[in-house]
């Protein structure tokens, strides 16, 4: 514990650039008479307003996350028969949340609620809780306070997010108000991707190849 | 006879290459209209407020610089500043050293592809290794990514393969699949190994610090789910002032890029880890980089600096999807590179002045850009820089004998009906410079010269 004062003055920036790049900046704008004023505008411009309607955030919520490739689940049995059936019988699973699942999961599964980083392919699935969840674009809300652990949400091949119904925001600007003072905050659309390779469509890049939302 | 140097680099491309960049930006730029006129009631709006907004901050970096480093520091980030690329590469050395860090895991950033810190790292002994697929490829090839956002539009899957087995990653397989499953499994070692992750930013809110990273692939949540020590590149126009302004531009910035609602990952950052999450970041540094930035402030190209990387002018470029990327002898190609690429280079801006010529000034950059920048104007004053720079312009039509008719009317109205010589004339064996090179290229329409003046002469007076 006594090197860490040490390091920090190591790693404190000088000052120098700082103010060279601050009177430049200055230097550059001076000549200006007027300066750009910030518009006035309201969020409502940039929410897909029409597909609301009068329909629940619930079932807008599944929509989208099946059009991004994402699985909507409000039943635990039907869970565990989606991972059987996709054999992934070996997982991470919050020790929060275990209790409530463990009934409903069969001798034939293994899981863990501790999750060692050294053994990161043994993790077929792995299931962490989520802050909320997005609906006009089918998107899982995951935050530092509510995440077990970072990892165990990313590495499986698999991830189950726990999802209240009654936190499901109808769009981008509800949810960017409902940020709160976490020091990191997620937004997770569907199984990693990428086009890279000729634009065509592969899923299960660095992160999960599947992305089922429990409904709860 | 000479081309420009983005002409000529153009007619050299392998017509592989040309088929490939053209597929992809047009597939791209379709997929983008249709997003966002289907969904939207007015997304021309939405585009031209976003415009509003960083022009606003850009305008006022004074005021948002100072008010976003107070917010970071208050957040637990130490925040850096660096001038040059060379003061953001030290910074990032610096950091690593006195960790006794040696590896680092990268997310995309075209800050340090600016910089070259990657090279930079390797010399000075540190391992630098990108994640993201297509900059992993990029940087195993030794190449140079030619896209802001699909960095290996130029490469196929047999480029692709014989490089993954070249590099010992297994035998040639060219099915897209598994070449992504191959990366996956060499990669994930490799973050959890890794000392320090590095990012950029999409975004940075004045109002509370938060910096916004978007990927679609998960490698920068890996890089801040394994590492304990996060460095952010930021460029300085990265701001936005307040959290609220972020719905707007997440809102553009995918649908723009890859017609997506939403990039996969949207990571909102303010800070180190919470002490009760066992993974990610216990310390956390921001660099800020100038890097020519306020050289373009100080210019009359500011507007560019709105730009938010989204690629969406390079997809609908008419050049840019001739030339390819890599004509533009840049980090940042296509329209938005025209504009900014000469600016970056500070005093050698003659190096890159032939940029600005590379454009047909048709305007569809503009009409896409989801922060509205008049590109085509801003292409106009850098010619006009060009010209009383004296840069000289090799390849470019001689236009003095043009100015000399367009000034006498006379010689104009003979010029008119000379012009019309031209139609019997073998044009082709013509020993004038310009005209071979026009017609290497393309076929001369026939004389029509005098018919609008005669259409303007004849036409009914209106009231």
Known sequence: MDEKPAQAILTMPSSADREAIFSRVRGALAPLHERAPMPDYTTELAVLRQMMGNRDAFTIFSERLVRVNGIALTEIAALVARLREGKWLQGYCDPVLWPMLAPHFGADFTVETTYDRKRVDDYAFGITRAAGAIAETGTIILSDATTSRRLGALTPWVHVAVVERAKIYSDLPQAVAALGSDSNVIWVTGPSKTADVEGILIEGVHGPGVQIALVV | ?463
Not at chain 2, 227 to 232: G, R
Not at chain 2, 389 to 413: D, F, I, Y
Request: charge should be positive; include cysteine; charged fraction near 25%.
């Open chain 2, 1 to 463: 006879m000479r081309f420009q140097q983005i002409d000529q680099f153009s007619a050299e491309l392998k017509a592989d290459t040309r088929a490939a960049v053209y597929d992809g930006s047009k597939k791209g730029h379709e997929k983008r209209t249709k997003l966002l006129y289907d969904e939207f009631p007015d997304p021309d709006r939405l585009r031209h407020i976003a415009g509003e907004v960083k022009q606003h901050v850009v305008e006022n970096l004074d005021t948002y610089l100072p008010q976003v480093e107070a917010k970071l520091k208050a957040n637990g980030v130490i925040v850096h500043w660096a001038a040059t690329a060379e003061a953001a590469n030290e910074a990032v050395l610096g950091i690593m050293r006195a960790r006794g860090a040696t590896k680092m895991v990268k997310a995309k950033t075209m800050v340090s592809e600016e910089t070259e810190l990657a090279h930079f790292l390797e010399k000075h002994g540190m391992e630098a290794l990108e994640t993201d697929l297509g900059e992993f490829i990029v940087q195993i090839d030794h190449d140079h990514p030619s896209h802001i956002v699909k960095p290996i539009i130029h490469k196929n899957r047999r480029e692709i393969a014989t490089s993954f087995e070249k590099n010992g990653l297994g035998a040639y397989n060219d099915d897209p699949q598994t070449i992504t499953r191959r990366a996956r499994n060499f990669l994930r070692h490799k973050y959890l190994e890794a000392d320090v992750g590095l990012t950029g930013a999409n975004f940075v809110s004045a109002e509370s610090g938060r910096i916004v990273l978007v990927t679609n692939e998960g490698n920068s949540r890996f890089c801040l789910a394994a590492t304990k020590c996060h460095i952010a590149m930021i460029g300085i126009e990265k701001i936005v002032p307040r959290d609220y302004d972020l719905g707007l531009f997440l809102n553009l910035l995918a649908r723009s890029g890859t017609a997506q609602d939403l990039t996969v990952y949207t990571e909102f950052i303010s800070g180190p880890k919470s002490p009760a999450q066992p993974d990610g970041p216990e310390e956390m540094h921001v660099i800020f980089v100038d890097n020519g930035r306020t050289e373009v402030l100080a210019s009359e190209c500011r507007d560019i600096l709105r730009c938010i990387r989204c690629g969406a002018c390079l997809n609908v470029c008419p050049v840019y999807r001739q030339a390819s990327g890599h004509a533009y002898r840049s980090v940042y190609p296509g329209p938005v590179g025209a504009v900014l690429s000469p600016l970056l280079m500070k005093e050698k801006f003659p190096q890159k002045a032939d940029l600005p010529k590379a454009s047909s000034l048709c305007g569809a950059c503009n009409e896409v850009c989801p922060v509205n920048i008049p590109i085509p104007d801003l292409l106009l004053r850098l010619r006009n820089r060009a010209k009383e720079e004296n840069v000289p312009s090799p390849g470019t039509p001689p236009m003095g004998a043009w100015a000399l008719l367009a000034s006498q009317p006379t010689a104009w109205r003979a010029s008119l009906f000379g012009g019309k010589v031209m139609n019997y004339l073998p044009t082709k064996l013509l020993p004038i410079p310009a005209l071979r090179a026009w017609e290497a290229k393309r076929a001369l329409p026939a004389w029509r010269g005098g018919e609008f003046r005669a259409w303007m002469k004849n036409r009914p007076k209106q009231s």
